[in-house]
Structure formats: structure tokens, C-alpha cells
């Protein structure tokens, strides 16, 4: 943790985030559902190849959730995510805990200087609670046992689920604010 305090220039208020990203599409997430008693839930199966991605970090102790929606999931898709996350935090020295993907570890990355990004363990997804987020998502916010039209379909439901997210800070620190994370404060 020392290592990403020790980037920073200036002593502006740290916050600690995550950042993960996720794929959305048209192929739908079947599960469970609640049916009237005599009646057999009708869920109708789409496999559709299209998909869009979600970049989200989540800041654990305050709740709060910054995300932009990409077509692509690349390098550049990751610059344009932390250049806005870091004009929107720009009193803040931000730290962002994220995985290996290959586009947070491209030599093309471009990592604004009020923010460092320090790499979770190899094979660890259950140490980034955005995870859990994504699950979610999926679960609450109208992704389980839904088709889409289209990818715009899907591309505005999962815009309503993040802004609706974004405004439900205690429910993200439910969901996020994991015990060893106040070790790392």
C-alpha cells in the first residue's frame, strides 16, 4: 500500500477504490423466480453474441461508485475511464486496486497523477469487491431471466442500473466494504 502513497506529489485527501470491468450482453442469465402457486415460470433463452462493457471502481468506505459504459474493453476504453474518474475526483489522490487484465498493465496505459494503480493478486477475483457488485446488477437491477431487443436495449438498462447504483452509496458498502479493507486505511 506504501508504494502507491509514495507516487503521489501532492497531499491531497487519499481515497482508497477498486475497479473491475464486466461484459454485458444479449445472451440472458437464467435463474430463479417466483411464480403464483399452480403456476410453471415461462422464461424465454437468448443467445445472441453482442455485448457491451462496464467500467466501474467503488470507493468502499464512502459508498461511492463512478462507471462509464464502452463498446470495446481495451487500453483505450481503461485511459478514458481513469481520465474521467480523475477529473471527477481531482481534490483527491485516488489509489485503484484492479486485477492483471492486459489493458491495466499495457505500456499505453495512461494513469493520471492523482492516481496510482496497485494489482491484486494473480487469480484473486474474490478479493476486488466490485465483483460483487456485477453480481448484483445482474441479480436486482433487470439482467436475470430478461431478453433484449437489442444491444442499445441492453446498453440503456445497464445506463438506469448504474446511475441507480451510483445513488444507493449504503447499499455499496454492503455489498463492497469487505473487513480487510479498513487493515489496508
Not at 491484486?120 to 436486482?140: A, C, G, K, M, T
Not at 431471466?145 to 438498462?157: A, G, I, P, R, Y
Amino acid at each position: 500500500m506504501e508504494s502507491g502513497i509514495k507516487t503521489f506529489k501532492s497531499s491531497r485527501p487519499l481515497l482508497l477504490w477498486f475497479e473491475d470491468e464486466a461484459r454485458f450482453g444479449r445472451i440472458n442469465n437464467l435463474s430463479r423466480c417466483w411464480v403464483s402457486t399452480g403456476q410453471r415460470a415461462v422464461v424465454t433463452q437468448q443467445l445472441i453474441r453482442e455485448y457491451t462493457y462496464a467500467y466501474t471502481a467503488v470507493c468502499p468506505a464512502n459508498g461511492q461508485c463512478f462507471s462509464i459504459i464502452s463498446p470495446v474493453n481495451n487500453t483505450d476504453a481503461m485511459n478514458i475511464f481513469l481520465d474521467q474518474l480523475s477529473q471527477k475526483y481531482s481534490i483527491h489522490n485516488l489509489i485503484i486496486i484492479l486485477d492483471g487484465a492486459g489493458w491495466h498493465t499495457s505500456k499505453s496505459l495512461k494513469i493520471p497523477a492523482n492516481i496510482a494503480l496497485l494489482r491484486l493478486p494473480p487469480y484473486s477475483p474474490e478479493l476486488n469487491p466490485v465483483e460483487h457488485l456485477w453480481d448484483y446488477i445482474r441479480e436486482q437491477k433487470g439482467f436475470n431471466n430478461h431478453t433484449f431487443n437489442s444491444l442499445k436495449h441492453v446498453e440503456d438498462q445497464l445506463e438506469l442500473a448504474l446511475k441507480q447504483i451510483a445513488n444507493e452509496n449504503d447499499i455499496i458498502k454492503s455489498l463492497c466494504n469487505f473487513s480487510w479493507i479498513y487493515q489496508l486505511s
